[in-house]
């Protein structure tokens, strides 16, 4: 069975843009959540979707949105990107929104210039 | 009080011998205590994890050792490995208000394995 699958793994983007990273969670699970992780640090909650519906969200600001298709896949969105944002991303499965655990995804890493 | 605070930064140990990873929080509202390992270029991949309804926990070679009073909890890894050379990160989850659940990771640690 495939496991949870992110897409891009790369992108470069430039201050002031806005970027879509993608990500298909494992077969049957319904609750996706995002993470990002700077270098050397350990993974920050940034949003958890459960069908289609927003579960929680972490301290980050308003330019972070992100949502939930039917499908249960979810994309994450962020504009105005900043150099601060430069990070790999991490999408994370489980099969509800209360149940654990996470399968997480081998993450997009973002970089700004 | 959202804070999971892991230790060591880094380690070393020999082949064959014992790591210990240390983590402590401060909210009591979380329930749910993982274990991730993380090899460069690839994301956590869950290792063990423990409820604060029990004091220990072993899945072959790693064992999760559990404090409720003191808030605290470790990983030990027996046997060591060169194989086991990774960035090791302690967890706590808890409920959100609004049916979810929110997960805050330590800052991790780096173990080498000597050969």
């Known amino acids: 069975d495939a496991g949870v699958t992110q897409s891009p793994t790369h992108l470069i983007k430039t201050r002031g843009q806005h970027v879509t990273l993608r990500c298909s969670p494992i077969s049957g699970h319904k609750s996706v959540s995002w993470y990002q992780q700077v270098l050397g640090q350990g993974p920050q909650f940034i949003f958890q979707y459960y069908e289609k519906e927003e579960r929680g969200r972490g301290n980050f600001p308003d330019r972070f949105s992100a949502r939930q298709f039917p499908n249960y896949s979810s994309e994450l969105n962020v504009n105005a990107l900043l150099l601060g944002d430069s990070a790999l991303y991490l999408c994370a499965s489980s099969w509800s929104s209360s149940n654990q655990p996470q399968h997480f995804g081998d993450g997009t890493r973002l970089s700004i210039l | 009080q959202q804070q999971v605070k892991q230790s060591p930064q880094s380690l070393i140990v020999q082949k064959g011998g014992i790591s210990i990873i240390n983590c402590a929080y401060e909210n009591t509202a979380f329930d749910y205590f993982p274990w991730y390992q993380q090899f460069p270029g690839k994301g956590p991949a869950l290792l063990i994890a423990i409820r604060p309804d029990v004091s220990e926990k072993k899945e072959g070679r790693f064992t999760i050792s559990f404090n409720k009073s003191a808030k605290q909890f470790s990983l030990h890894i027996m046997d060591s490995q060169p194989g086991d050379s990774a960035t090791y990160f302690c967890?706590?989850?808890?409920?959100?208000?609004?049916?979810?659940?929110?997960?805050?990771f330590g800052a991790g640690t780096r173990l080498f394995v000597k050969a």
């Open positions: 967890a706590a989850s808890k409920v959100s208000d609004t049916g979810g659940f929110k997960t805050i």
